[in-house]
Structures are given as structure tokens and as C-alpha cells.
């Protein structure tokens, strides 16, 4: 049987002016909380129940709750967008719906049905309206969440789990909107492994690579690239985006989600807009030492990083460490055509500017 969550009737809301006031300023990422969520409960035996949409409020967390000491969690993130007619769609959500599955079955948390997921989402965007902010570029950010709520210190799956799905304003997600930025490769630090989390939406991926964004910022970088575990020569992706490279050869390359890489929907929506600038996506490893010759030699003349939260983010600069201090491989033309016209066809589809061809929009209210 499919969750409804329904509102549950005479949850405050924050007075109109307020609302206005917080999104004529930038709202920034993560930091302003829309008035509900959406709560379920799964019990082992029973399945999901109570599922709903109530006021935005703390959690009661028991210090014995299983997430607290062994991470059992996983999310999601997506948009929904006021497009000028005032209308609301969200953009492939049942490709978060999909994802959350494969995290939780990697998680072993419970099955949420993309039905439910989908359902939920609908259902906080639409309590929540008044939220989505209406100016250029930005959106309501949806984050759905899973996560054991057992209390029990003893290794096993939990045997209570909380959905939850909250959801705020958000403006652009670097402070220095779009410029583009530098970027660190690590080979000291590793996000995934073979067998590992990587291709799973989970909080420990990103309590784990906390410790390279550090080493990033210390070197003078706004974002961390990882390279394989096993040898440091390849690209993975960055701690929360997957990584392009573009070719003088009119090629389109990230390398393949198989195993320790996450399975982006901007990455996957990329791919497909490709052919429309004459550009060819491929799939396939891209070497360390192919990146850093290629930049040298003009073969590569634009990368940029991609994500829900910052749609594409240009990349100037791969800095790393070299005998005798960090080198730095500058990208020709960092803001360059392919990367702005795949950005610009992008965001012009999510804010229904654009003809979707391809159905990826929704519309929730
Ligand atoms: C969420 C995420 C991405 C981007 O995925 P989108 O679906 O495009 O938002 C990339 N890498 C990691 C590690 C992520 O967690």
C-alpha cells in the first residue's frame, strides 16, 4: 500500500513578510528551513507507517540511537523551481527515488518505494509553496533523509528507521556564485574503495572526505578531486559533484559511476544534452597524467564540476602536489562555450525556459 502523507491540519506558519524577507536577500545553502517536513516510520516486521507532513522541529534523539555511533544513514538532494508563471516542478525526481533505493539496499536500510519518495517530496514542496523563492537561480532545496532511530549499541541493521524530508530556500551554492574555481587533487585521502560506499548517497562519505576539503582550503583551493584509492592516478569525482573534462576533439568524458563513484543526475542529464552543442559524451577512466599533459598541451581546454546544489561549476585551475611545492594546471578557457551552453540549456530546462524534450520536469503545484 502506497504512504499519503497528508498534512496534518493546523501546523504554524511563518507570516508572509517574513518569508519575503528571508528570499529578497540571497538565501545562501542550507541555512534557512521551510515550515515542514515529512516523517514516516519503519519497523521491522510491520513496514513503513505514520507517515505524514508536520511542522519543521527538532528530533527526539535517544543517545543510544544506532546512527549516532555507526552512521547507518543515507540522503538525497533535489530542487524544486518557480518558473515565471509562478508555477512549481521539480526536476527527475524519480532518478533521487531510484537512487535512494540503491543507497538504502547498500545501507541496508528499509525500501522506500519511489512512489513514497515521490509522494513525500510532492507533498513538503506543496505545504511549503510559499518557500520557493521566485528569483534567478534560485530554488527550493529538498533534502530527503533516512536513518536508524533504534536505540542499540549492538552491530546490526536497526530494526526502527526514520524517513524524514525537509527543505529550505536556496540561492547559489558557491559564495562566489559563478566563478570558477580551483580545484585540489589529493592523493593522500580517498572517498571510496572497491566494494566500499561510493556509489551510495551516505553521510559517511562525507564525514570521511571532511579531512581533504581541509586539505584543499590549505592550499588555497574551494574544492577537493579525488583519485582512485588504489593508485592515485585517476579521476574519481569531487566530495559532493561528479567531474567533466572537454576536448579540443569535441569530446564530452567523466569517467564511469561503476562501484566508487556516484551516480549523479546532473552528470546523467549532461551526458545526455551533449549531442545538442556537438559535443560526444563518453564514458570511460580518465588518467591523472591524461588530464595534467592534456591541460599543458590545449588537448583539454575545459572542465567543470557538476551537481544538484551548483548545477555546473567551472573549473580554472587543478592544483596538486609536485617535487618542490603544488603545481598548478591551468585550463585555457575555464568558463569556456561548452561549459556555459550546457549550463545555460540546463538551468533553462529546470526553470522552464526551455523546451524538456526529454519530460524531465514535473509539475507539483
Ligand atoms: C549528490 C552527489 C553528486 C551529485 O549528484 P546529483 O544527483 O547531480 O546532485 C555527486 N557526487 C556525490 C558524492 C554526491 O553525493
Not at 519497523?43 to 543517545?63: E, L, M, R
Not at 536508524?148 to 530494526?159: T, Y
Not at 525537509?166 to 585521502?189: C, E, M, N, Q, R
Request: proline share 5%.
Amino acid at each position: 500500500m502506497s504512504l499519503s502523507f497528508d498534512l496534518v491540519p493546523g501546523t504554524p506558519v511563518t507570516a508572509p513578510e517574513e518569508i519575503a524577507r528571508v528570499l529578497s536577500q540571497d538565501p545562501g545553502f542550507g541555512i534557512h528551513f521551510s515550515d515542514h517536513m515529512a516523517l514516516a516510520t519503519w519497523t521491522d516486521g510491520i513496514g513503513w507507517h505514520d507517515d505524514q507532513v508536520t511542522a519543521y522541529a527538532p528530533f527526539q534523539v535517544d543517545p543510544g540511537d544506532a546512527v549516532l555511533h555507526y552512521a547507518q544513514e543515507i540522503f538525497e538532494g533535489l530542487k524544486a523551481y518557480r518558473h515565471a508563471d509562478g508555477s512549481i516542478w521539480l526536476f527527475r525526481p524519480e532518478k533521487n527515488a531510484q537512487r535512494f533505493i540503491r543507497s538504502a539496499e547498500r545501507m541496508d536500510l528499509p525500501r522506500l518505494e519511489a512512489e513514497d519518495f515521490i509522494t513525500a517530496v510532492t507533498a513538503v514542496t506543496r505545504a511549503d509553496a510559499a518557500w520557493v523563492p521566485g528569483a534567478e537561480e534560485q530554488s527550493l532545496y529538498i533534502r530527503p533523509f533516512m536513518f536508524a532511530a533504534e536505540s542499540f549499541l549492538g552491530v546490526r541493521s536497526a530494526k526502527t528507521v526514520t524517513f524524514a524530508t525537509i527543505a529550505g530556500p536556496a540561492g547559489a551554492y558557491f559564495k562566489t556564485g559563478l566563478s570558477p574555481v580551483d580545484i585540489w587533487v589529493t592523493t593522500t585521502w580517498s572517498r571510496a574503495g572497491d566494494g566500499g560506499t561510493g556509489a551510495a548517497k551516505c553521510g559517511g562519505n562525507y564525514a570521511s572526505s571532511l579531512i581533504a576539503g581541509k586539505e584543499a582550503y590549505a592550499h588555497g583551493c574551494g574544492q577537493v578531486l579525488f583519485t582512485d584509492a588504489a593508485t592515485h592516478s585517476w579521476l574519481e569525482e569531487l566530495g559532493g559533484m561528479n567531474v567533466f573534462i572537454v576536448t579540443q576533439a569535441g569530446e564530452l568524458v567523466t569517467p564511469p559511476t561503476s562501484g566508487t563513484i556516484l551516480d549523479g543526475v546532473t552528470r546523467d542529464s549532461i551526458l545526455q544534452l551533449a549531442p545538442r552543442f556537438g559535443l560526444k559524451p563518453v564514458e570511460r577512466p580518465i588518467a591523472l597524467a591524461e588530464l595534467l599533459e592534456g591541460i599543458a598541451s590545449g588537448a583539454i581546454p575545459e572542465a567543470f564540476a557538476c551537481g544538484t546544489a551548483a548545477v555546473i561549476t567551472p573549473i580554472s585551475a587543478f592544483r596538486y602536489a609536485a617535487d618542490g611545492g603544488d603545481q598548478d594546471a591551468t585550463l585555457a578557457n575555464p568558463f569556456g562555450q561548452a561549459t556555459a551552453a550546457l549550463r545555460r540549456q540546463l538551468v533553462d530546462i529546470q526553470w522552464g525556459r526551455a523546451a524538456d524534450e526529454f519530460g524531465w520536469t514535473t509539475r507539483v503545484a
